[in-house]
């Protein structure tokens, strides 16, 4: 059977406060970008219907016939089966077994394909991104929490569950802080925005001087973002630059265990953590990987920063649900 | 064209102390069984004519014609090339850059494929032991060090580089003790037999009882190996059950690691300490990575005793050949 190139589908990117969308192109050009606010405190139906409103919106503004749309892709957090396109578990959205594909082919009249959306960010920067040529690669996005995506043999690996990657939860510190999982010395526990702005909040607390202070209300940092920390790292703020400096190690830590055990040609670096204090933090995860390497694994591999940015979830569920499509056309 | 079974291939064990050889049969049965000293502190070239030598005797002493021996699979310690079947580094024999594929062909006249001990041992625990049925199986073998082998969708994972799986060196502690790698808090150096004797010895030096102290010479317990800790441990000396306790606890938060990123149906968990410890180890191990893995990732997956203990390498070794050697015939 000949097998006619898919040339347009849709990714979509549903994160807790936003939703993108956007018509995407065989080279991964994005027609009809649309955005739109996600209404995580509604219902999942309303959600859903927000959801697919945003997908229509983004056909209709690529001016392309509704014909020439193969299918949808949504990457979204959470734990999901990208088989059967049901969502287990979305804290943030307060989903539990939401049947997503279902309810959006139904909608939509289109094939709708479900990603976790760090594997989808992973699978576009392999695809067309940062990674492009390279046979394994691990993505490893930095930001209020740490995820982890794996291509291996160029293809992404699920694991028996589907729930592979959780690269925020290697211990790489026995007995350290108290993971959001609730375990301790978790990655995510050592080198997320999350831990900076804690242990930004206890330096403070305990009387040291940051630039920072002043944006304390009785001790909450929780407002701080990844640029107001970036803003203060690049003003020479010493007590934001140690903080940073640290959660940069422990992030080198974990990529040595991750090239240790994996030996992947190319790490990618991603996530507002990354993006926020760019080559400098690229940089210090570099040498602290490096240091904690077999010269052997670490010789001809590649730690590089992302290049899709904002874009990564959206292309990278375009680009799965035309490899699904293709499959099942071939 | 037709694949006819390759019926029998020889599979080797080339540890630093001893070589074991056998012919191995389509359902994993080894016939004339070869044991030899591996004279590791002669030349390269002496080693090999020892090899070739063990591998000569296991082909007469199965008593099946030389013809229908298809391939020879070589199972060695170190860092080796699977695809040129050059040794690039193998510390216990002082080996470096040493061809043993194209030395031991010419030498036997048989198709000759190299791999890793413990890639071998993870093979064939998924071939003919603890994993056969699964799809995506971890090896972790804890001994004097601590090897790692990956299964992923059914076939050994090399990496990048060809040096995947040291799950010995992903850090589980940082500044944690000092490993034979030169870095801190690696798995190996807090949950190996290396680890365990030098707690022991530590302890012991500090005055704590133990029915091991009557064996230190000078402080020195190098000479206790697998089966004396695991006699005290059984004796329930005190010392020894705690400090076994943490290696496998250590050796369990490893686990958890692997699991957390890796999400694999079934670990395999093998080597010396393993085995000397038996089930209360295999235990402990299960318990402290179930209190550190997400429910989700955990659910259904299997952490079991490899079953093929000593012929585990020889046997992988074996299956090796046979799957190269069937690839080769198309």
Same mark, same amino acid.
């Given at each position: 059977?000949?097998?006619?190139?898919?040339?347009?589908?849709?990714?979509?990117?549903?994160?807790?406060?936003?939703?993108?969308?956007?018509?995407?192109?065989?080279?991964?050009?994005?027609?009809?970008?649309?955005?739109?606010?996600?209404?995580?405190?509604?219902?999942?139906?309303?959600?859903?219907?927000?959801?697919?409103?945003?997908?229509?919106?983004? /056909?209709?503004?690529?001016?392309?016939?509704?014909? !020439?749309?193969?299918?949808?892709?949504? &990457?979204? #957090? +959470?734990? @999901?089966? %990208?088989?059967?396109?049901?969502?287990?578990?979305?804290?943030?959205?307060?989903?539990?077994?939401?049947?997503?594909?279902?309810?959006?082919?139904?909608?939509?009249?289109?094939?709708?394909?479900?990603?976790?959306?760090?594997?989808?960010?992973?699978?576009?920067?392999?695809?067309?991104?940062?990674?492009?040529?390279?046979?394994?690669?691990?993505?490893?996005?930095?930001?209020?929490? /740490?995820?982890?995506?794996?291509?291996?043999?160029? !293809?992404?690996?699920?694991?028996?569950? &589907?729930? #592979? +990657?959780? @690269?925020? %939860?290697?211990?790489?510190?026995?007995?350290?802080?108290?993971?959001?999982?609730?375990?301790?010395?978790?990655?995510?526990?050592?080198?997320?925005?999350?831990?900076?702005?804690?242990?930004?909040?206890?330096?403070?607390?305990?009387?040291?001087?940051?630039?920072?202070?002043?944006?304390?209300?009785?001790?909450?940092?929780?407002?701080?973002?990844?640029?107001?920390?970036?803003?203060?790292?690049?003003?020479?703020?010493?007590?934001?630059?140690?903080?940073?400096?640290?959660?940069?190690?422990?992030? +080198?830590?974990?990529?040595?265990?991750?090239?240790?055990?994996?030996?992947?040609?190319?790490?990618?670096?991603?996530?507002?953590?990354?993006?926020?204090?760019?080559?400098?933090?690229?940089?210090?995860?570099?040498?602290?990987?490096?240091?904690?390497?077999?010269?052997?694994?670490?010789?001809?591999?590649?730690?590089?920063?992302?290049?899709?940015?904002?874009?990564?979830?959206?292309?990278?569920?375009?680009?799965?649900?035309?490899?699904?499509?293709?499959?099942?056309?071939?």
């Amino acid at each position: 059977m000949h097998k006619a190139p898919v040339d347009f589908v849709v990714g979509v990117d549903v994160g807790a406060t936003k939703t993108l969308a956007g018509v995407v192109t065989m080279n991964g050009e994005i027609l009809g970008r649309t955005k739109t606010k996600t209404p995580s405190e509604q219902s999942y139906r309303q959600v859903l219907s927000v959801i697919a409103a945003c997908i229509e919106k983004a /056909i209709s503004d690529s001016n392309l016939p509704r014909s !020439r749309i193969a299918a949808v892709g949504i &990457g979204l #957090a +959470g734990l @999901l089966d %990208h088989e059967t396109g049901v969502v287990k578990a979305e804290p943030n959205l307060g989903w539990e077994s939401v049947p997503v594909k279902q309810a959006l082919e139904r909608e939509l009249k289109l094939r709708v394909f479900l990603e976790n959306d760090v594997n989808a960010g992973t699978l576009a920067e392999y695809q067309l991104g940062a990674g492009v040529g390279v046979k394994n690669l691990v993505g490893v996005f930095v930001g209020t929490g /740490i995820g982890g995506g794996l291509i291996f043999d160029g !293809r992404l690996y699920h694991g028996f569950g &589907g729930v #592979a +990657g959780e @690269l925020g %939860h290697i211990i790489v510190k026995t007995n350290g802080p108290r993971c959001g999982c609730g375990n301790r010395g978790c990655l995510e526990a050592l080198a997320s925005r999350t831990a900076i702005v804690r242990d930004l909040a206890k330096a403070i607390a305990k009387g040291r001087k940051s630039s920072l202070s002043k944006l304390i209300r009785n001790g909450d940092l929780r407002h701080i973002g990844s640029n107001t920390l970036a803003t203060a790292f690049r003003d020479g703020d010493k007590l934001t630059m140690k903080i940073v400096k640290r959660s940069a190690r422990y992030c +080198g830590i974990g990529v040595a265990s991750v090239l240790n055990l994996l030996n992947p040609e190319m790490v990618v670096l991603g996530g507002g953590v990354v993006e926020a204090f760019g080559s400098d933090y690229v940089e210090m995860v570099i040498k602290a990987a490096r240091k904690q390497t077999f010269p052997a694994t670490f010789q001809g591999i590649q730690i590089v920063p992302a290049r899709l940015g904002d874009d990564a979830v959206l292309l990278g569920a375009a680009c799965l649900a035309r490899e699904n499509i293709e499959r099942l056309k071939g």
